[in-house]
């Protein structure tokens, strides 16, 4: 399975694209990110501008493109604070799924916290001991504080870089007065949280985010076990050299993202304060965020799919079996008919001379053909016809949904007719000689399982020039199924012009006094 999850941030865009492997390991395979800047306007606005629109929705249009390259069968979307809490936002949502055809889930503040956790808990070992988690995003802030099994604190500031930046940095470089004023704000939103977050004892602090990594590169890329961190020290060097700066001096700063200029003074304050206030020497990075926890949480909720991809590698079976379980289906019996039914299309072949191809679509009809009682057991053929056509199957065509259809409508009942009945007369001659010759074979593997039980092992089928035997093996008595399949043969004989006698083949059954001895 390939899935893309993307972020549609204040900020970016962002997409990664990942593979998921049966026994359930995940594989990066493609990721990227956007600078759409949505908050830039929208935060003292709280409305997206038509341009701010239009970059974010060429920018999905080209990440949509990429993912059904990269053959991703599923594409996740969420959306976060810019959109969350634009008086327009729903008007990008309504866009984006009218123009892409993409549906987009706008995510509460708590549960982006949550996504955030997931995401760095699927690529980085927390622990028993408890870790905070700081995402800063361009709306805001999350706070995480979390172990590798739980939770314990999920919260969220409105004390985003683009945010603070349209609210309090007014001039270039920052004059004292929006310093002041910003640095009071910080500290006046931090106080509180980092009261809770002490309380909780995390022994070291996890940074995610664009603004963190940028922060990172600028301090000097200081790495502890493989992994960028910002150290305390070099933190407060760039914090006295940024409060000065202009946009052209800050350009020069090693490792700031061009498109960052503008926030990343309020960026880097806030980091400063949040460093200040926690105490710690230095915030250790991590590369997963929002977009990982999505994808984990999409996969999370499809184990039992995963575990049918792996017991069954091909996507034409799978759609139909999900498609039978989906309708609750009766697994034995239809499984018993299908494998009796494909017996006689093999042992049938020179008589109805189908191609081989078929086999498989008359596989497919027989394990389908009684999903109807899903809704109702009267007319459950027609209604097992409908479900066929509205299956969502993505791996056949319309001609052999269509035939796969036919032979569960006419497994019983009325013979198709091309008199009476329209959509059989639709279809084109090899498709309804499939679906004759295969609901022919069904009534008759039907029949013979009647009773449900799976009595019958195994059947023989001798064909003369005028007539064919079917030969019935089993351990059982199969009475009632042998008076069942007699009284559905008369399509089958009609189609291949010939007579069909039903016969059991008895194998030999252990006698009473030898089972008594047997349980002796």
Known sequence: MRVAAIDIGSNSVHMIVAQVDNDGGVTTLWRVKEMVGLGRISFPARRLSVEAMDRATAALARMQQAAQQRQAEKIVAVATSAVREADNGGELIDRIKRDLKLYVKVVSAREEARLIYLGVRSTRELGAEPKLIVDIGGGSVEFIVGTATEAKLLESRKLGAARMTAQFVKSDPINESDLRRLTAH??????????????????????????????????????????????????????????????????????????????????????????????????????????????????????????????????????????????????????????????????????????????????????????????????????????????????????????????????????????????????????????????????????????????????DCRIGRKSARISVQSRLDTQLELWSARQKRAMLEKLLGIEIEVAETQTARPKPAKLAAAAR
């Open 186 to 459: 910080y500290a006046e939103e931090l106080a509180p949280i980092v009261t809770r977050i002490k309380a909780l004892q995390p022994v070291a602090v996890v940074g995610t985010s664009g603004t963190l990594e940028t922060i990172a590169q600028m301090c000097g890329g200081e790495s502890v076990d493989g992994r960028p961190v910002i150290d305390a020290k070099r933190l407060a060097r760039l914090y006295e050299r940024v409060i000065v700066s202009d946009t052209d001096e800050r350009r020069k700063i090693r490792g700031l993202d061009d498109q960052r200029k503008d926030q990343i003074v309020a960026g880097v304050v806030l980091v400063h304060e949040l460093v200040r206030q926690l105490g710690v020497k230095q915030i250790g990075l991590c590369g997963a965020a929002l977009r990982e926890g999505v994808l984990h949480e999409y996969l999370s909720r499809r184990v039992p799919e995963l575990t049918v991809r792996k017991e069954i590698p091909d996507p034409r079976r799978r759609e139909v079996l999900d498609l039978a379980r989906r309708c609750n289906w009766a697994e034995s019996h239809s499984l018993q008919v299908a494998t009796l039914t494909t017996s006689l299309f093999d042992q049938f072949q020179p008589l109805h001379a189908l191609p081989p191809a078929s086999r498989e679509l008359i596989e497919y009809g027989a394990l389908l053909h009684d999903i109807g009682w899903h809704i109702s057991p009267h007319r459950h053929h027609r209604h097992g016809e409908y479900l066929v056509r509205n299956g969502n199957f993505t791996q056949f065509s319309a001609r052999e949904i269509d035939v796969i259809a036919g032979i569960v409508r006419y497994h019983r009942k009325a013979e198709p007719s091309r008199r009476k009945h329209a959509r059989f007369a639709a279809m084109d001659a090899g498709a309804r000689k499939i679906v004759a010759c295969g609901a022919a074979m069904l009534r008759i593997a039907d029949g013979l399982d009647r009773s449900h039980a799976s009595s019958v092992q195994s059947i």
